[in-house]
């Protein structure tokens, strides 16, 4: 069984926005951090944004800090991911996680974003 599944990738001009989804299993969603990385070509993943709960204060990394925003609807076992003024250096594949302690977590399967006029 699949347990996260992204969507809402795509091609976006330099500036625009895109609004990433990962829909989640009860089972993995409860209690989890829920996190947000991606991947470019030819480098390491690397860490964008997570959040614990709803009313919690997420994380970012600093590249990303200001102009994305994290959230998550545990009615929905779905977290967001809003990607505003992106860059060309934005692009890659972002992949939605859930963390619950070492040795136990889930990945999803990613989505690319692409950033280019």
């Known amino acids: 069984q699949v347990q996260l599944v992204e969507s809402g990738g795509g091609l976006v001009q330099p500036g625009g926005s895109l609004r990433l989804s990962c829909a989640a299993t009860r089972t993995t969603f409860d209690g989890a951090l829920m996190g947000w990385y991606r991947q470019a070509p030819g480098k390491r993943r690397e860490f964008v944004a997570s959040?614990?709960?709803?009313?919690?204060?997420?994380d970012y990394a600093e590249s990303v800090r200001g102009r994305f925003t994290i959230s998550r609807d545990n009615a929905r076992n779905t977290v967001y991911l809003q990607m505003n003024s992106l860059k060309p250096e934005d692009t890659a594949v972002y992949y939605c996680n859930a963390y619950r302690g070492a040795g136990n977590e889930d990945w999803g399967q990613g989505t690319q974003v692409t950033v280019s006029s």
């Open positions: 959040i614990y709960r709803p009313d919690s204060t997420p």
